[in-house]
Each structure stands twice: as C-alpha cells, then as structure tokens.
C-alpha cells in the first residue's frame, strides 16, 4: 500500500505564494506521474498540473505562469510552487501519484486566498 502524505496549505493574501509538498510512502517500485487537482465549493475536481518520470509538464490555462510543479524522484516527493496567488485560487487541493502502476490520491489541503 501507498500513503500520500500532503503539507504546506493555508491562508495567504493575494499575490502571495505557497508551497505545497506531497511525500509518498510504503512500498514503492515504480512512480509514474504526479500532480495536484483542487476542488472549489460547488466545484468539480479539476487538474492543475501533473509532471511525468521525463519531467515533461502539463499546466492548466488559469495557472500557467503562477505555478510550477516538480519533482524529487529520491524522496518520492511532487511539489507546486503557488505564486501570484488569487482568490479564485482558493480550494482544496489534492495530491495524485500514479505509483506502482496504480493511482494515489492526498487527503487533500486547504489553500485560502483573500483579496
């Protein structure tokens, strides 16, 4: 079994930056991409960005040039660089990590932007 442990939400003003980091733990032979999702109130879950085992990236249009995601293969860790921060961004997010074949989710983190 795999674990996804998320860290690093919470509440920053507009503009403002965070970081979230997903580690995932247990018994692990293979991890493919990684990537975070967020969900807004009333909201389906959408993707946000997600990086492949080449590193090649893939960006949604309302985040591109704000955030960046990558990736430490040795600590089975994705991150996302959250900056320029809106309020729209506000959500939670969920970490995803295709492992061992296999797709992962976070429990989720709350990121908070006020205007």
């Known amino acids: 079994q795999v674990q996804l442990v998320e860290s690093g939400g919470g509440w920053v003003q507009a503009g403002g930056s965070l970081r979230l980091s997903c580690a995932a733990s247990?018994?692990?032979?293979?991890?493919?991409?990684m990537g975070w999702y967020r969900q807004a109130p009333g909201n389906q879950r959408e993707l946000v960005a997600s990086?492949?085992?080449?590193?090649?990236?893939n960006y949604a249009d309302s985040v591109k040039g704000r955030f960046t995601i990558y990736r430490d293969n040795a600590k089975h860790t994705v991150y996302l660089q959250l900056d320029s921060l809106k309020p729209e961004d506000t959500a939670v997010y969920y970490c995803?990590?295709?492992?061992?074949?296999?797709?992962?989710w976070g429990q989720g983190i709350q990121v908070t932007v006020s205007s």
């Open positions: 247990g018994s692990i032979f293979r991890v493919g991409t």
């Open positions: 990086i492949a085992r080449d590193t090649s990236r």
């Open positions: 995803w990590v295709i492992a061992n074949y296999e797709n992962y």
